[in-house]
């Protein structure tokens, strides 16, 4: 599922002319019917088999697919009325678990890694952490439209979340080296050093930028996951810092975290393709 230009204008006009209630309620009965025929349900409907562990024709697993692009619209209501995020929305809508992991290690002085997957609203949460004080830097893929880009980069600037295009990895370092944070997914294969790690049963490529980053800075990287709660919420939740041994170490182990946290939220998951597949980029 992928949206051009005109689609983020009219999710902007729609933030800027209804009351956040209307619209997330407008969305949530428009994907339920889109769900039934989506183009994605074969691909999501194999994610979900894999997540949930029951068999292709299970209904459970067809009930999740669909569940799964109805949880998409929420997420896609929540990214344009970001406009409106501020502290009290935070202290509202947002709990947090494990912040002490992210505290202990900025208090080292070496930044830290904090590394995430498409699960949940992770733009959402890199605003909520620069608006509860943390300097937030996004490692992010480019669009191919430059307009599209233009929104996201402007999203996070007004929440004070700085962006480095993939592909700048001095950036990345100074930012570290200057105690602040590095954020980024890792859970898709790009850039051109990778790693094979069991994944749900397959042995499957993923990036390790952000280990080698890691042991050069000498930076903790941080799993974190921003999951909506089931009650219009999110839970942000931090775990311990990730141990090696060395790249491929960092790696398993992140992924491994990764899969307990699909595990957990599967319907969040938001992959509109086979996880197996290789995907195309830039998106």
Do not use: C
């Amino acid at each position: 599922m992928q949206a051009g230009f005109g689609y983020y204008r009219v999710g902007q006009a729609v933030s800027r002319s209804l009351p956040r209630a209307a619209a997330a309620a407008l969305s949530r009965a428009l994907a339920a019917g889109y769900a039934r025929f989506s183009p994605d349900l074969p691909a999501l409907t194999a994610n979900m088999r894999a997540a949930l562990g029951s068999p292709a024709e299970d209904a459970a697993v067809r009930g999740a697919a669909r569940r799964l692009i109805v949880n998409y619209a929420d997420y896609l209501v929540d990214l344009f009325y970001s406009d409106h995020l501020d502290r009290a929305a935070i202290a509202g809508r947002i709990r947090a678990e494990g912040l002490e992991h992210l505290d202990r290690a900025l208090r080292s002085g070496r930044g830290a890694i904090v590394v995430s997957a498409h699960l949940g609203h992770w733009e959402i949460g890199a605003m909520a952490l620069s608006l509860r004080g943390y300097p937030v830097n996004v490692i992010a893929l480019t669009h191919r439209d430059r307009r599209i880009d233009a929104l996201f980069l402007a999203r996070r600037a007004q929440h004070g979340v700085q962006t480095i295009p993939l592909g700048r990895p001095r950036e990345a370092l100074r930012a570290l080296e200057r105690g602040q944070i590095v954020a980024l997914n890792a859970d898709r294969p790009f850039g051109d050093r990778l790693v094979e790690v069991p994944f749900f049963g397959r042995r499957l490529p993923f990036p390790s930028g952000y280990a080698r980053l890691s042991l050069k800075a000498g930076a903790p990287v941080l799993p974190t996951f921003f999951v909506g709660d089931g009650k219009g919420g999110y839970v942000l939740r931090i775990r311990p810092p990730l141990a090696g041994p060395g790249e491929d170490g960092i790696v398993r182990a992140f992924i491994a975290e990764v899969e307990a946290a699909v595990r957990r939220d599967p319907t969040q998951w938001y992959i509109f393709q086979r996880f197996d597949e290789t995907p195309q980029w830039p998106v």
